[in-house]
């Protein structure tokens, strides 16, 4: 019963912004950790960023640092990733993930496209 649905991707010009939304179901939200993955076409999945159960702490892939935002909701059992001054090399699947100890539960993917 556990899922990770993730929406707000689609086709954005360089430069520009989307928000991506991950609603939770089917276990603790407050128990987990939240992540942002990426995988683009040909290559291997990679991190992107992180948030503590709290939301009190964050981390970002150098690659991305300063311009996306990862953020959480409890009350609503979502997270978010925040994506600005995006690049033709952002294009990716980009993956919800939630971290307890060794588990780990993973959405389904959202394509997110930069191109003009």
């Known amino acids: 019963q556990v899922h990770l649905v993730e929406s707000g991707g689609g086709l954005v010009q360089p430069g520009g912004s989307l928000r991506l939304s991950c609603l939770a179901s089917?276990?603790?939200?407050?128990?987990?950790?939240m992540n942002w993955y990426r995988q683009a076409a040909g290559k291997e999945r990679e991190w992107v960023a992180g948030?503590?159960?709290?939301?009190?702490?964050?981390n970002y892939a150098d690659s991305v640092k300063g311009r996306f935002t990862i953020s959480r909701d409890n009350a609503e059992n979502t997270v978010f990733l925040g994506m600005s001054s995006l690049k033709p090399e952002d294009t990716a699947v980009y993956y919800c993930?939630?971290?307890?100890?060794?588990?780990?539960?993973w959405g389904q993917g959202t394509q997110v496209t930069v191109s003009s």
């Open positions: 993930n939630a971290v307890n100890s060794g588990i780990h539960y």
């Open positions: 948030i503590t159960r709290t939301g009190g702490n964050t």
């Open positions: 089917g276990f603790t939200f407050t128990n987990y950790g």
